[in-house]
Nanobody
């Protein structure tokens, strides 16, 4: 079994900062990619940022220059540093991982339970 546990969501004023964390645990052989998605009320889930095992990162245009994704291999943990937050960043943020539990299996996709980020104006 694999678990992704997120933390760090909170209520913050516009212009403020938050740092989200997501720790992957369980039967993990290798992690290909970890990332963050978000879903605002009435909207579809969208990708925010991702990082590969090689350290390559990608960001949604809406967060470039404000958000930074990073990872800790030893802890199987990914972080999302969010600066200059805007009310439109308000959403439930979900951690996502594409990983293998054994060497002979293709990577599977796993999700965390979500953490609420609310940015007040």
């Amino acid at each position: 079994q694999v678990q992704l546990v997120e933390s760090g969501g909170d209520l913050v004023q516009a212009g403020g900062s938050l740092r989200l964390s997501c720790a992957a645990s369980g039967s993990i052989f290798s992690i290909n990619t970890m990332g963050w998605y978000r879903q605002a009320p009435g909207k579809q889930r969208e990708v925010v940022a991702s990082i590969t095992s090689g350290g390559s990162t990608n960001y949604a245009d809406s967060v470039k220059g404000r958000f930074t994704i990073s990872g800790d291999d030893a802890k199987n943990t990914v972080y999302l540093q969010m600066n200059s937050l805007k009310p439109e960043d308000t959403a439930v943020y979900y951690c996502n991982a594409k990983l293998s539990t054994t060497w002979w299996r293709h990577p599977g996709e796993y999700w965390g339970q979500g953490t609420q980020v609310t940015v007040s104006s």
